[in-house]
């Protein structure tokens, strides 16, 4: 949840900087500073789109209190 | 004695005349409205006899039960759409109306829709709830939830045990390798699956760290798939915070799941796509974003240089016109100094034969080669002609050194005298 609203915030920003940036009304100055941040942006979204650290768990329920464990997938498989 | 003529058919006739007595067409007529009103729209039960299809394609045939019989016909327009085959023996319930064919004296069912018996109950049902639900505004398109830009921590309502489940997670791995995902495991199929269901829907909002859910399982027989049709489920994807992809079954069979939920695909593996899908445009929007901003900032920076490069361009023939203003001053300043040095000079020589020249006129000068000046005095009158003095007079006579005071004793007027 977290990830999801940082990487769409990011996502919203990027597309500001982007369009004050084609609107040509900025110096120098401003549009090298948004530029340098875009670029981070795009590195940090491109980063939460690419990341390969995925978890697959399960959520379990034990007197209201949720947890989650590890799933394994070739064990459901055998199931099938 | 009863009299003969219009007496006795009168008297026959008489109490006849009182009654209604209908036509056959009319009774007919009469007995057609009262069946069609009453029976505009049933839905009978009963078992299939007698069936036929006439050359025009219509169907007819017979609906009984133990003790009755009711004849029953099926036009072209209505049976084009038949999924599946009548046949005697057959158990169905059929929907139509009342109709009653007065050529021959006999009411019938004119068949609009037919179903088999087991899953038309269900379908009745299953129909009674989409009005009831679709009333209340369970599927309307304004409750939709957008799902999330991009779901990074996805909940799967599912079994673990399933194909679904599988093919969710390998396409994930594959195509979105980023995205978590939380599984909920249920039954999907069978009595208590409707609840495990929903409870997972709920289970999921509660534990509140997906962004997107799917409930899913594979194909099946509508009776597989009936989980999915009840109320229970149906309403905790209405009621879930989380929007709520729905990808149950392996073709079009719309479920209430599918109606109510947020989006809804035909297969588990479309849901996974959808996800795919989603970070693949992302990546693509990322990339050109990031393409635009590169350009957009060459470009401005390509026409700063530009411009510098024009404005060190007119900033050149300035400086140079100072450099030749400054090398004309220089040459002027030359100049400027020689011409004063040269008229220093020639004044200087001026000077000096202007000097010489005035010594040479001096009177002082003349006395030193022996000449003598006088003087009348007491006037001062430089004497230049005897003629000019008398004797008697007091001179002053200067000489190149010094001087003497005299009388004139005597006038010469001869200049030859003295030579």
């Known amino acids: 949840m977290k990830e999801k609203q940082s990487f769409e915030d990011d996502l919203k920003r990027l597309q500001k900087i982007v369009e004050e940036l084609s609107g040509g009304k900025l110096t120098l100055g401003e549009s090298l500073k948004k530029y340098e941040e875009g670029i981070k942006l795009a590195q ?8 390969a650290q995925r978890k697959v768990e399960l959520l ?3 007197d209201g209190k949720y947890s989650l464990e590890k799933f394994n997938q070739a064990e459901s498989e055998d199931k099938v | 004695m ?3 003529g219009p007496d006795l058919f009168s008297q026959v006739m008489g109490p006849q005349e009182q009654k209604h007595i209908y036509s056959v067409s009319e009774i007919t007529q009469d007995i057609k409205v009262i069946l069609e009103n009453t029976f505009g729209g049933v839905w009978v039960e009963g078992e299939i ?3 036929r299809v006439a050359t025009s394609g219509h169907f007819y045939f017979s609906l009984k039960d133990q003790s009755a019989l009711l004849a029953a016909a099926m036009f072209v327009r209505a049976n084009r759409e038949l999924k599946f085959k009548l046949e005697d023996g057959q158990k169905v319930i059929c929907f139509g109306k009342i109709d009653v064919y007065g050529v021959r004296g006999q009411y019938q069912l004119i068949v609009d829709k037919i179903e088999p018996k087991g899953l038309g109950a269900q379908q009745l049902a299953f129909e009674q709830l989409k009005n009831k639900l679709s009333k209340e505004g369970l599927f309307a398109p304004e409750h939709k939830r957008e799902l999330p830009l991009m779901p990074f921590c996805l909940g799967i309502v599912t079994s673990t045990a399933g194909a679904a489940i599988r093919d969710i997670l390998q396409i994930l791995a594959k195509g979105a390798p980023g995205v978590s995902a939380v599984i909920r495991a249920v039954r999907v199929q069978g009595e208590p699956a409707a609840k495990e269901i929903a409870a997972g829907i709920e289970d999921l909002n509660k534990f509140g760290k997906v962004d997107l859910i799917i409930i899913s399982r594979g194909g099946g027989s509508a009776e597989d798939l009936w989980s999915f049709n009840e109320e229970i489920v149906a309403r905790a994807i209405y009621n879930s915070a989380i929007p709520v992809i729905s990808a149950v079954g392996h073709q079009i069979n719309i479920t209430l799941s ?7 695909v035909e297969t588990p593996s479309a849901a996974a796509k959808i996800i795919v899908d989603k970070r693949n445009a992302l990546i693509a929007e990322v990339g050109s974003l990031r393409q635009e ?5 060459s470009e401005l920076i390509g026409n700063l240089k530009n411009e510098l490069v024009a404005l060190r361009h007119m900033l050149k023939s300035p400086l140079d016109r100072l450099l030749e203003k400054q090398q004309l001053l220089d040459e002027l300043c030359n100049g400027l100094n020689q011409n004063i040095r040269y008229y220093l000079n020639i004044s200087r020589e001026r000077m000096v034969s202007l000097i010489e020249k005035l010594d040479a006129l001096s009177p002082l000068a003349v006395l030193s080669r022996g000449y003598s000046l006088s003087v009348l005095l007491p006037g001062g009158e430089i004497i230049k002609e005897a003629a000019k003095i008398k004797p008697g007079d007091k001179v002053k006579t200067i000489l190149a050194k010094g001087g003497f005071i005299g009388l004139v004793k005597e006038i010469v007027e001869e200049r030859s005298r003295f030579c």
């Open chain 1, 44 to 51: 940090s979204c491109s980063v939460s789109l690419s990341d």
């Open chain 1, 60 to 62: 379990t329920k034990k």
């Open chain 2, 2 to 4: 009863p009299k003969p």
């Open chain 2, 49 to 51: 006899s007698n069936f």
């Open chain 2, 258 to 264: 599918d109606l109510v939920a947020d989006v809804f």
């Open chain 2, 293 to 297: 901003m590169i350009f957009i900032m």
